[in-house]
Protein backbone atom coordinates (compact mmCIF):
# COMPACT_ATOMS: atom_id res chain seq x y z
CA UNK A 1 0.00 0.00 0.00
CA UNK A 2 2.82 2.47 0.70
CA UNK A 3 4.32 1.33 -2.03
CA UNK A 4 1.54 2.63 -4.59
CA UNK A 5 1.32 5.89 -2.56
CA UNK A 6 4.58 6.81 -3.28
CA UNK A 7 3.84 6.24 -6.96
CA UNK A 8 1.14 8.49 -6.51
CA UNK A 9 2.61 11.01 -4.96
CA UNK A 10 5.87 10.57 -7.18
CA UNK A 11 3.50 11.06 -10.59
CA UNK A 12 1.66 14.07 -8.90
CA UNK A 13 4.94 15.92 -8.37
CA UNK A 14 6.06 15.25 -11.62
CA UNK A 15 2.93 16.62 -13.27
CA UNK A 16 2.72 19.41 -10.83
CA UNK A 17 6.26 20.60 -11.13
CA UNK A 18 5.58 22.71 -14.79
CA UNK A 19 3.08 24.33 -13.07
CA UNK A 20 4.75 25.17 -10.21
CA UNK A 21 7.80 26.58 -12.07
CA UNK A 22 5.09 28.67 -14.38
CA UNK A 23 3.12 29.88 -11.40
CA UNK A 24 5.68 33.18 -10.75
CA UNK A 25 5.21 33.74 -14.19
CA UNK A 26 1.58 33.48 -13.93
CA UNK A 27 1.33 35.50 -10.99
CA UNK A 28 3.44 38.60 -12.44
CA UNK A 29 1.42 38.54 -15.64
CA UNK A 30 -1.74 38.77 -13.45
CA UNK A 31 -0.70 41.82 -11.05
CA UNK A 32 1.05 43.32 -14.30
CA UNK A 33 -1.73 42.55 -17.00
CA UNK A 34 -4.87 41.15 -16.10
CA UNK A 35 -5.98 43.72 -12.87
CA UNK A 36 -4.76 46.49 -15.13
CA UNK A 37 -7.27 45.67 -17.84
CA UNK A 38 -9.84 44.70 -15.19
CA UNK A 39 -9.49 47.89 -14.17
CA UNK A 40 -9.72 50.16 -17.38
CA UNK A 41 -13.00 47.71 -18.18
CA UNK A 42 -14.78 48.71 -14.90
CA UNK A 43 -13.72 52.53 -15.43
CA UNK A 44 -15.14 52.90 -18.74
CA UNK A 45 -18.48 52.19 -16.83
CA UNK A 46 -18.08 54.74 -14.37
CA UNK A 47 -17.53 58.16 -14.34
CA UNK A 48 -13.98 58.81 -13.09
CA UNK A 49 -12.63 61.72 -12.88
CA UNK A 50 -8.78 61.84 -11.72
CA UNK A 51 -9.55 65.56 -9.62
CA UNK A 52 -12.22 63.42 -8.20
CA UNK A 53 -11.89 60.20 -6.81
CA UNK A 54 -15.26 59.43 -5.24
CA UNK A 55 -16.67 59.05 -8.54
CA UNK A 56 -14.65 55.77 -8.89
CA UNK A 57 -17.03 54.07 -6.87
CA UNK A 58 -20.10 55.39 -8.80
CA UNK A 59 -21.69 52.91 -11.87
CA UNK A 60 -23.21 54.82 -14.93
CA UNK A 61 -23.42 51.76 -17.38
CA UNK A 62 -23.27 51.96 -20.97
CA UNK A 63 -23.20 55.86 -20.72
CA UNK A 64 -19.68 56.52 -21.44
CA UNK A 65 -20.07 54.74 -24.60
CA UNK A 66 -23.38 56.59 -25.84
CA UNK A 67 -21.28 59.38 -25.25
CA UNK A 68 -18.32 58.53 -27.42
CA UNK A 69 -21.09 57.10 -30.26
CA UNK A 70 -22.27 60.98 -30.40
CA UNK A 71 -19.12 62.47 -30.46
CA UNK A 72 -18.27 64.34 -33.36
CA UNK A 73 -14.22 64.95 -32.71
CA UNK A 74 -13.91 60.44 -31.46
CA UNK A 75 -15.72 59.37 -34.94
CA UNK A 76 -13.19 62.01 -37.18
CA UNK A 77 -10.32 60.72 -34.95
CA UNK A 78 -11.41 57.42 -35.78
CA UNK A 79 -11.92 57.52 -39.32
CA UNK A 80 -8.51 59.44 -39.45
CA UNK A 81 -7.02 56.68 -38.00
CA UNK A 82 -8.22 54.09 -39.98
CA UNK A 83 -7.20 55.97 -43.21
CA UNK A 84 -3.89 56.50 -41.53
CA UNK A 85 -3.56 53.06 -40.59
CA UNK A 86 -4.43 51.86 -44.73
CA UNK A 87 -2.28 54.56 -46.24
CA UNK A 88 1.05 53.81 -44.19
CA UNK A 89 0.97 50.12 -44.06
CA UNK A 90 0.23 49.62 -48.01
CA UNK A 91 3.13 51.97 -48.37
CA UNK A 92 4.98 50.08 -46.04
CA UNK A 93 4.72 47.13 -48.06
CA UNK A 94 5.41 48.71 -51.58
CA UNK A 95 8.67 49.81 -50.54
CA UNK A 96 9.74 46.59 -48.04
CA UNK A 97 9.02 44.58 -51.14
CA UNK A 98 11.31 46.82 -53.32
CA UNK A 99 14.17 46.88 -50.63
CA UNK A 100 13.43 42.98 -50.36
CA UNK A 101 13.46 42.40 -54.24
CA UNK A 102 16.84 44.70 -54.46
CA UNK A 103 19.13 43.39 -51.38
CA UNK A 104 17.97 39.50 -52.74
CA UNK A 105 19.25 40.40 -56.02
CA UNK A 106 22.91 41.51 -54.29
CA UNK A 107 25.75 39.06 -54.09
CA UNK A 108 28.25 41.65 -52.75
CA UNK A 109 26.93 43.27 -49.47
CA UNK A 110 24.22 41.53 -48.55
CA UNK A 111 24.41 41.03 -44.72
CA UNK A 112 25.82 44.53 -44.30
CA UNK A 113 23.07 45.71 -46.02
CA UNK A 114 20.63 43.91 -44.14
CA UNK A 115 21.80 45.01 -40.99
CA UNK A 116 22.13 48.61 -42.08
CA UNK A 117 18.08 48.16 -43.45
CA UNK A 118 17.46 46.82 -39.60
CA UNK A 119 17.85 50.48 -38.00
CA UNK A 120 15.44 52.47 -38.18
CA UNK A 121 13.49 49.68 -36.59
CA UNK A 122 15.66 50.11 -33.44
CA UNK A 123 14.89 53.69 -32.89
CA UNK A 124 12.55 54.60 -29.67
CA UNK A 125 9.52 56.11 -31.56
CA UNK A 126 10.27 59.17 -29.28
CA UNK A 127 13.50 59.72 -30.53
CA UNK A 128 11.77 59.20 -34.21
CA UNK A 129 9.45 61.67 -33.20
CA UNK A 130 12.05 64.51 -32.38
CA UNK A 131 14.18 63.81 -35.35
CA UNK A 132 11.41 64.29 -37.75
CA UNK A 133 9.93 67.19 -35.99
CA UNK A 134 13.69 68.85 -36.46
CA UNK A 135 13.50 67.76 -40.23
CA UNK A 136 10.39 69.26 -41.09
CA UNK A 137 10.34 72.60 -39.04
CA UNK A 138 9.15 75.42 -40.63
CA UNK A 139 11.98 77.40 -39.40
CA UNK A 140 15.26 75.61 -39.19
CA UNK A 141 14.13 72.12 -40.54
CA UNK A 142 16.36 70.35 -42.82
CA UNK A 143 13.57 69.45 -45.49
CA UNK A 144 13.05 73.36 -45.95
CA UNK A 145 16.75 74.03 -45.99
CA UNK A 146 17.30 71.56 -48.97
CA UNK A 147 14.76 72.84 -50.45
CA UNK A 148 15.50 76.27 -50.46
CA UNK A 149 19.33 75.42 -51.51
CA UNK A 150 18.19 73.73 -54.25
CA UNK A 151 15.99 76.60 -55.64
CA UNK A 152 12.78 74.66 -55.43
CA UNK A 153 10.82 77.13 -53.22
CA UNK A 154 11.60 80.35 -51.79
CA UNK A 155 9.70 80.69 -48.90
CA UNK A 156 9.04 77.92 -45.71
CA UNK A 157 7.14 75.41 -45.84
CA UNK A 158 5.12 74.93 -42.62
CA UNK A 159 5.19 71.50 -42.60
CA UNK A 160 3.71 70.68 -39.68
CA UNK A 161 1.57 73.80 -38.86
CA UNK A 162 -0.63 72.73 -42.18
CA UNK A 163 -3.06 69.81 -41.42
CA UNK A 164 -2.86 68.02 -44.46
CA UNK A 165 1.16 68.60 -44.87
CA UNK A 166 1.48 67.19 -41.43
CA UNK A 167 -0.45 64.27 -41.83
CA UNK A 168 2.27 63.40 -44.56
CA UNK A 169 5.01 64.70 -42.44
CA UNK A 170 3.60 61.94 -39.82
CA UNK A 171 3.13 59.30 -42.11
CA UNK A 172 6.92 59.98 -43.56
CA UNK A 173 8.43 59.37 -40.58
CA UNK A 174 5.93 56.19 -39.56
CA UNK A 175 6.95 54.54 -42.58
CA UNK A 176 11.01 55.27 -42.79
CA UNK A 177 10.48 53.68 -38.93
CA UNK A 178 8.75 50.60 -39.83
CA UNK A 179 9.36 49.81 -43.31
CA UNK A 180 12.25 47.43 -42.37
CA UNK A 181 10.06 44.90 -40.51
CA UNK A 182 8.25 44.42 -44.13
CA UNK A 183 11.37 44.36 -46.03
CA UNK A 184 12.53 41.39 -43.20
CA UNK A 185 9.70 39.45 -43.57
CA UNK A 186 9.69 39.42 -47.10
CA UNK A 187 13.72 38.89 -47.69
CA UNK A 188 12.96 35.91 -45.30
CA UNK A 189 10.73 35.17 -47.50
CA UNK A 190 12.47 34.85 -50.83
CA UNK A 191 15.08 32.77 -49.23
CA UNK A 192 12.58 30.43 -48.23
CA UNK A 193 11.08 30.54 -51.73
CA UNK A 194 11.80 27.03 -53.47
CA UNK A 195 13.09 27.55 -57.07
CA UNK A 196 11.44 24.36 -59.17
CA UNK A 197 8.40 26.84 -59.55
CA UNK A 198 10.88 29.60 -61.11
CA UNK A 199 12.40 27.41 -63.66
CA UNK A 200 9.54 25.62 -64.57
CA UNK A 201 8.44 29.33 -65.30
CA UNK A 202 11.45 29.85 -67.50
CA UNK A 203 10.92 26.90 -69.33
CA UNK A 204 7.46 27.97 -70.10
CA UNK A 205 8.58 31.01 -71.42
CA UNK A 206 7.25 33.38 -68.57
CA UNK A 207 8.55 37.04 -68.75
CA UNK A 208 9.75 38.49 -65.28
CA UNK A 209 6.68 40.73 -64.57
CA UNK A 210 4.79 36.97 -65.27
CA UNK A 211 7.01 34.94 -62.86
CA UNK A 212 6.96 37.82 -60.22
CA UNK A 213 3.34 38.10 -60.29
CA UNK A 214 2.15 34.98 -60.37
CA UNK A 215 4.71 33.27 -58.52
CA UNK A 216 7.33 35.05 -55.87
CA UNK A 217 4.13 37.93 -55.00
CA UNK A 218 1.79 34.80 -53.94
CA UNK A 219 4.54 33.38 -52.30
CA UNK A 220 5.51 36.06 -50.27
CA UNK A 221 2.02 37.29 -49.23
CA UNK A 222 1.86 35.33 -46.34
CA UNK A 223 4.60 36.78 -44.89
CA UNK A 224 3.42 39.74 -46.20
CA UNK A 225 -0.01 39.49 -44.27
CA UNK A 226 2.00 39.17 -41.20
CA UNK A 227 3.61 42.47 -41.50
CA UNK A 228 0.30 44.11 -41.54
CA UNK A 229 -1.07 42.07 -38.85
CA UNK A 230 2.13 43.67 -36.63
CA UNK A 231 1.79 47.14 -38.28
CA UNK A 232 -1.88 47.54 -38.01
CA UNK A 233 -1.57 47.00 -33.81
CA UNK A 234 1.21 49.19 -33.53
CA UNK A 235 -0.28 51.91 -36.34
CA UNK A 236 -3.84 51.78 -34.50
CA UNK A 237 -2.20 52.47 -31.41
CA UNK A 238 0.42 54.93 -32.83
CA UNK A 239 1.09 57.68 -30.25
CA UNK A 240 4.64 58.96 -29.83
CA UNK A 241 5.60 60.12 -32.69
CA UNK A 242 1.93 62.29 -33.58
CA UNK A 243 2.26 63.72 -29.88
CA UNK A 244 5.78 64.30 -30.06
CA UNK A 245 6.02 66.34 -33.87
CA UNK A 246 2.57 67.51 -33.21
CA UNK A 247 0.66 66.82 -30.36
CA UNK A 248 -2.61 66.06 -32.20
CA UNK A 249 -2.69 69.67 -33.88
CA UNK A 250 -3.12 72.11 -35.92
CA UNK A 251 -6.67 72.30 -34.23
CA UNK A 252 -6.80 68.61 -33.78
CA UNK A 253 -6.00 67.70 -37.62
CA UNK A 254 -3.63 65.20 -36.82
CA UNK A 255 -5.48 64.01 -33.85
CA UNK A 256 -5.51 59.82 -33.91
CA UNK A 257 -7.40 57.90 -32.07
CA UNK A 258 -4.88 57.27 -28.63
CA UNK A 259 -3.63 61.58 -29.07
CA UNK A 260 -7.34 62.05 -28.34
CA UNK A 261 -7.54 58.91 -25.42
CA UNK A 262 -4.77 60.48 -23.42
CA UNK A 263 -6.01 64.01 -24.29
CA UNK A 264 -9.68 63.00 -22.78
CA UNK A 265 -8.18 60.85 -20.10
CA UNK A 266 -5.18 63.23 -18.88
CA UNK A 267 -5.68 66.46 -20.17
CA UNK A 268 -9.59 66.44 -19.58
CA UNK A 269 -9.67 64.52 -16.74
CA UNK A 270 -11.86 61.98 -17.98
CA UNK A 271 -10.66 58.52 -17.30
CA UNK A 272 -13.58 56.65 -17.58
CA UNK A 273 -14.78 58.36 -20.89
CA UNK A 274 -10.83 57.66 -22.16
CA UNK A 275 -10.85 54.02 -21.12
CA UNK A 276 -14.16 53.41 -23.48
CA UNK A 277 -12.53 55.24 -25.89
CA UNK A 278 -9.54 52.79 -25.42
CA UNK A 279 -11.80 49.10 -25.54
CA UNK A 280 -13.40 50.67 -28.76
CA UNK A 281 -10.09 51.27 -30.32
CA UNK A 282 -9.05 47.46 -28.92
CA UNK A 283 -12.05 46.26 -31.02
CA UNK A 284 -10.72 48.42 -33.93
CA UNK A 285 -7.42 46.47 -33.92
CA UNK A 286 -9.05 43.34 -33.40
CA UNK A 287 -11.27 43.96 -36.66
CA UNK A 288 -8.28 44.74 -38.76
CA UNK A 289 -6.33 41.45 -37.02
CA UNK A 290 -8.99 39.22 -38.11
CA UNK A 291 -8.92 40.64 -41.14
CA UNK A 292 -5.43 40.04 -42.48
CA UNK A 293 -5.62 36.48 -41.12
CA UNK A 294 -8.45 35.73 -42.79
CA UNK A 295 -6.42 36.92 -46.07
CA UNK A 296 -3.28 35.44 -44.65
CA UNK A 297 -5.74 32.02 -44.26
CA UNK A 298 -6.73 32.41 -47.88
CA UNK A 299 -2.94 33.25 -49.72
CA UNK A 300 -1.64 29.96 -47.69
CA UNK A 301 -4.73 28.27 -49.33
CA UNK A 302 -4.19 29.75 -52.81
CA UNK A 303 -0.02 27.92 -52.27
CA UNK A 304 -1.46 24.92 -51.17
CA UNK A 305 -0.59 25.40 -47.75
CA UNK A 306 -1.94 24.07 -44.52
CA UNK A 307 -4.90 25.61 -43.13
Given amino acids: MSVLTNIKR ?12 LLPAIIMILIVVLFPLLFSLYTSFTPYKLT ?6 KFVGLRNYER ?34 LINRITWGQRTLRTIMMFPMMF ?18 LMNNALQSLGITDQAIPWLVDGTLAMGAIAFAEIWMSTSIFA ?4 AGLFAMPKDPLEA ?3 DGCNAWQTFRHITLPYLMPFAYIAMTIRSLDVARAYDVVDTMTGG ?17 YDSASMGKANAMAYVSILLSIAFTYFFYTKLVAARRYMGGAQ
Wanted: charged residues 15%; glycine residues 8%.
Fill in 201 to 203: AQV
Fill in 184 to 187: ILLL
Fill in 124 to 141: SPILVGFQFKFVFNDNIG
Fill in 249 to 265: GPAGRTELLWTLIARTG
Fill in 68 to 101: IFTDWDFWVAFGRTVLFLAIVINLEFLFGLGIAL
Fill in 10 to 21: KMFSEQATPYVL
Fill in 52 to 57: RPDTLW
